[in-house]
């Protein structure tokens, strides 16, 4: 005998089911299921290949609804089509927080249309952008795009529409057809040519040729220099050296002179200044010699002074002890004629110089 089936069990077991598909469905879609859908749309101008039926709909990288329609719109009067975009955004997935004010003395919290307007006023902006390279599917991603135009089409008043722009593939495709393309083919052919022509001709041999000579002719021009310049440092070289040993010799030769010349100076300084003061008052015809002597001392000692500087200066010091030998020559002379005229009348001593025939 067959048993019976027990419909309790089996009624429990299919009740158990569609409890937990509910779960199931209800955890995938983050409970979804059970919310508000909002509804918006857009339009683009441009192809919207790759953009399918349940594409994601992303805010700054985070996905908050889905396209559940994508339909085409002829406009007659520029003879244009257009792609509309009809998405849903669960209500309330969008948390508005803090939200501006209305001026005015009955302030309220702005509604939620009136913070969509803001935010589309501050830049908020769809595009349509790749959501793999690999596949080519697009995604409809919203962001902030200040300070660009805002282009609505207002087709339909039951849907909110928000703004958008073209692709960044739209626009390059835009730059592109604004380029000559043909021109520029053509400009590059012809200067290819030119090239080409320029190659080929039998004047640009030539020039290569005479530079090619004149490069040789500057190698052997800067050879010679070469020679030329090394033979000058070397006798430059042997110059300077025997420059230095005359002056090094000439260094020796008047370090003892000076010494004399020191000594010496310093001899008739002292005898000058006896003779002054036990002279000076009889031979008031002698002030001019003995001024003279002082100047030639006094230049002597300022030559002693600056020696180290002069012995590198031959003609100048040499100047210098012919000026020096010179004053002292003056200077001996009127000592000698002082020393005669004293062996001839050494009574001048005691009573003085006398006048001679009256004068």
């Known amino acids: ?20 598909a509910i779960i199931v469905v209800f955890a995938l879609g983050e409970g979804n299921l059970f919310r508000k859908n909002d509804r918006y749309v857009l339009y683009f101008s441009g192809s919207v290949k790759g953009l399918s039926v349940g594409a994601p ?18 406009d007659a009067t520029d003879n244009s089509f257009l792609n509309q975009v009809i998405f849903n955004v669960p209500e309330t997935i969008v948390q508005i927080i803090g939200q501006p004010q209305e001026d005015g003395p009955g302030k309220k919290l702005l509604t939620t249309d009136t913070t969509i307007d ?16 690999l596949t080519g599917q697009l995604q409809v991603a919203f962001d902030f795009y200040p300070d660009t135009p805002i282009r609505m089409m207002r087709f339909d008043d039951n849907l909110r529409e928000y703004p958008t722009l073209p692709s960044e593939m739209e626009a390059l495709a835009k730059t592109l057809d604004k380029i000559d393309l043909q021109a ?9 040519q030119g090239i080409d022509k320029l190659a080929n001709s039998p004047d640009l041999h030539e020039v290569l040729v005479s530079l090619n000579a004149t490069i040789d002719g500057y ?8 020679n030329q310049v090394s033979r000058l440092s070397t006798e430059m070289t042997a110059t300077l050296t025997d420059t230095r ?12 002179m000076t010494a004399g010349i020191a000594d010496t100076a310093v001899e008739v300084r002292k005898a000058v ?19 003279s002597a002082k100047d030639a001392f006094q230049q002597a000692q300022v030559m002693l002074g600056n020696l180290s500087d002069l012995s590198n200066q031959d003609s100048a010091f040499i100047y210098q002890i012919d000026k020096t030998m010179a004053e002292l020559r003056k200077a001996a002379s009127s000592l000698s004629a002082l020393a005669d005229y004293l062996n ?13 025939d009256g004068k």
């Open 1 to 20: 005998m067959k048993k019976d089936v027990n419909t309790i069990f089996i009624g429990a077991f299919m009740l158990g089911a569609v409890v937990l």
């Open 57 to 74: 709909v992303t805010l700054k990288g985070i996905t908050i609804g889905q396209v559940v329609d994508i339909n085409p719109i002829y």
């Open 118 to 133: 803001y935010m589309i006023d501050s830049g908020l902006r769809a595009k349509l952008q790749l959501q793999s390279v």
């Open 184 to 192: 520029i083919a053509e400009s590059i052919n012809s200067a290819a």
């Open 219 to 226: 190698g052997q021009l800067a050879a010679n220099l070469d």
């Open 245 to 256: 040993g005359l002056i090094n010799a000439g260094k020796a030769q008047i370090a003892p």
């Open 273 to 291: 200044s006896n003779l002054d003061n036990r002279l000076e008052p009889i031979l008031e015809n002698m002030e001019a010699t003995t001024a």
């Open 344 to 356: 001839r009348h050494p009574e001048a001593l005691l009573k003085g110089k006398q006048k001679v």
